[in-house]
């Protein structure tokens, strides 16, 4: 199946209340794991990609070629997307060029008059290229590749302004952040979500920083519009962990020489089971 837009996949996600998650892709095995464990889950599934990952991978044509080279060889049947996450203007539109399905145009720093200016002219592009388009309304706290967020709560008022612009999903800050979260953290702002969710109607909405947010705070906020969840930090950890592992047990001392193949497998393998236990907590099993 060759790449689609995220559009479809949301709509029907909102209307089915359940989330599709975006998992960001840092490597090869990290998208071949995902991509794998979204096959054997039926689960539609974004592939996100950092400005600052898209350098380390060599740009962003290499990871288009990489993505559609495992789509094909994999046999993967299920809908993906391949999606900008956190994009500058100049990003998005490199971006665009060099064939993502969707694009997340972060423009939240800017005076909402500028960042609506911007949105506006993406949205027309996208539109006229069948891609899926992304907006954000109140920076996500936390820092992401080098992206800062204050963790600002959004202006409803303000989201249903980008909202209307035609954009296909809108992420909006109700306290959540990138990286873990503090032991203070004062949890997600429902009474915002749901303002949110009257003011911009049948719109989907994104929840960034889907790291450390508790299950039950996972499902109310798909109960409350949210239909695409990001998890970046979550993935991170776990291969981290089963690398270090594998490491500090000998097995990589094979006695010829270092092989990256069974070196990064753990970590591979920690990524499907966090990814596996997200799409089941997000309901988006069974639902390619």
Same mark, same amino acid.
């Given at each position: 199946?060759?790449?689609?837009?995220?559009?479809?996949?949301?709509?029907?996600?909102?209307?089915?209340?359940?989330?599709?998650?975006?998992?960001?892709?840092?490597?090869?095995?990290?998208?071949?794991?995902?991509?794998?464990?979204?096959?054997?889950?039926?689960?539609?599934?974004?592939?996100?990609?950092?400005?600052?990952?898209?350098?380390?991978?060599?740009?962003?044509?290499?990871?288009?070629?990489?993505?559609?080279?495992?789509?094909?060889?994999?046999?993967?049947?299920?809908?993906?997307?391949?999606?900008?996450?956190?994009?500058?203007?100049?990003?998005?539109?490199?971006?665009?060029?060099?064939?993502?399905?969707?694009?997340?145009?972060?423009?939240?720093?800017?005076?909402?008059?500028?960042?609506?200016?911007?949105?506006?002219?993406?949205?027309?592009?996208?539109?006229?290229?069948?891609?899926?388009?992304?907006?954000?309304?109140?920076?996500?706290?936390?820092?992401?590749?080098?992206?800062?967020?204050? #963790?600002?709560? /959004?202006?409803?008022?303000?989201? !249903?302004?980008?909202? +209307? *612009?035609?954009?296909?999903?809108?992420? =909006?800050?109700?306290?959540?952040?990138?990286?873990?979260?503090?032991?203070?953290?004062?949890?997600?702002?429902?009474?915002?979500?749901?303002?949110?969710?009257?003011?911009?109607?049948?719109?989907?909405?994104?929840?960034?920083?889907?790291?450390?947010?508790?299950?039950?705070?996972?499902?109310?906020?798909?109960?409350?519009?949210?239909?695409?969840?990001?998890?970046?930090?979550?993935?991170?950890?776990?291969?981290?962990?089963?690398?270090?592992?594998?490491?500090?047990?000998?097995?990589?001392?094979?006695?010829?020489?270092?092989?990256?193949?069974?070196?990064?497998?753990? #970590?591979?393998? /920690?990524?499907?089971?966090?990814? !596996?236990?997200?799409? +089941? *907590?997000?309901?988006?099993?069974?639902? =390619?």
């Amino acid at each position: 199946m060759a790449l689609v837009s995220a559009k479809e996949m949301l709509v029907k996600a909102h209307e089915g209340k359940y989330a599709v998650g975006q998992f960001n892709i840092n490597n090869l095995e990290w998208t071949k794991a995902i991509l794998q464990t979204a096959e054997e889950l039926q689960s539609p599934v974004i592939l996100g990609v950092s400005e600052g990952a898209g350098k380390y991978m060599c740009g962003f044509n290499t990871i288009v070629g990489m993505v559609n080279g495992m789509l094909e060889t994999l046999n993967i049947t299920v809908p993906v997307a391949l999606h900008l996450d956190h994009g500058s203007y100049e990003g998005a539109k490199s971006a665009i060029n060099a064939g993502f399905s969707s694009i997340m145009f972060d423009g939240s720093h800017y005076p909402i008059e500028e960042n609506i200016a911007k949105t506006t002219e993406l949205v027309h592009a996208a539109g006229v290229l069948g891609l899926s388009l992304e907006a954000e309304v109140g920076a996500i706290g936390g820092e992401e590749d080098g992206v800062v967020g204050n #963790g600002e709560v /959004a202006d409803p008022k303000e989201c !249903k302004m980008i909202a +209307e *612009l035609g954009v296909d999903m809108l992420a =909006a800050g109700i306290g959540n952040i990138h990286g873990k979260y503090p032991e203070n953290w004062a949890g997600l702002r429902f009474d915002v979500l749901a303002d949110i969710q009257a003011a911009c109607g049948d719109k989907p909405l994104v929840l960034h920083g889907g790291t450390g947010i508790p299950a039950d705070m996972i499902k109310k906020a798909i109960s409350l519009g949210v239909s695409k969840i990001n998890v970046n930090t979550e993935c991170q950890l776990a291969f981290q962990e089963a690398t270090r592992a594998y490491i500090e047990a000998g097995k990589d001392q094979q006695g010829k020489g270092f092989d990256p193949r069974k070196l990064l497998a753990p #970590g591979a393998e /920690a990524i499907k089971a966090t990814v !596996k236990e997200k799409m +089941e *907590l997000f309901g988006s099993v069974g639902k =390619a």
